[in-house]
């Protein structure tokens, strides 16, 4: 049985609203935990995320363990289709000749689809920083 889910933001297409499939709908949801900052949803203030607090802070080693153990905590408690969740936080080079860098996380996982377990690994893009020196 190939279940639906509505596309993120809610858009009316054809007289319907637009949909997407199981993996898709688990990559949004994971997108929106970690782009939402803990306490900014009144009605669930343990909704999101703390790596929001990092955002300009220089990232040691010790910060990125920090924010992929943030990031797997608040996945593991509001993402119940994904199973055996893993995070991993690395510096990925956007632009060389500028010497920019953004900081991504991966995040991998298990998750079921018609009786069948499949893999989840999506990278989401966390920030770029806005002045040299940061990550």
Not at 83 to 111: M, P, Q, Y
């Amino acid at each position: 049985m190939n279940q639906e889910y509505l596309r993120v933001p809610l858009t009316l297409a054809k007289g319907s609203l637009s949909k997407i499939s199981l993996r898709e709908s688990i990559y949004q949801f994971i997108a929106l935990i970690i782009a939402s900052r803990m306490g900014s949803l009144p009605f669930d203030p343990a909704f999101g995320c703390h790596i929001w607090d990092a955002e300009y802070t220089y990232l040691s080693a010790k910060d990125k363990g920090d924010i992929r153990s943030n990031i797997r905590e608040a996945i593991n408690s509001y993402e119940g289709r994904l199973r055996n969740v893993s995070v991993d936080v690395r510096k990925s080079i956007v632009d060389r000749r500028k010497n920019k860098a953004c900081l991504v996380a991966t995040v991998k996982g298990e998750f079921i689809e018609d009786g069948e377990k499949r893999r989840f690994s999506e990278d989401y893009f966390l920030w770029q920083p806005r002045r040299e020196g940061l990550i």
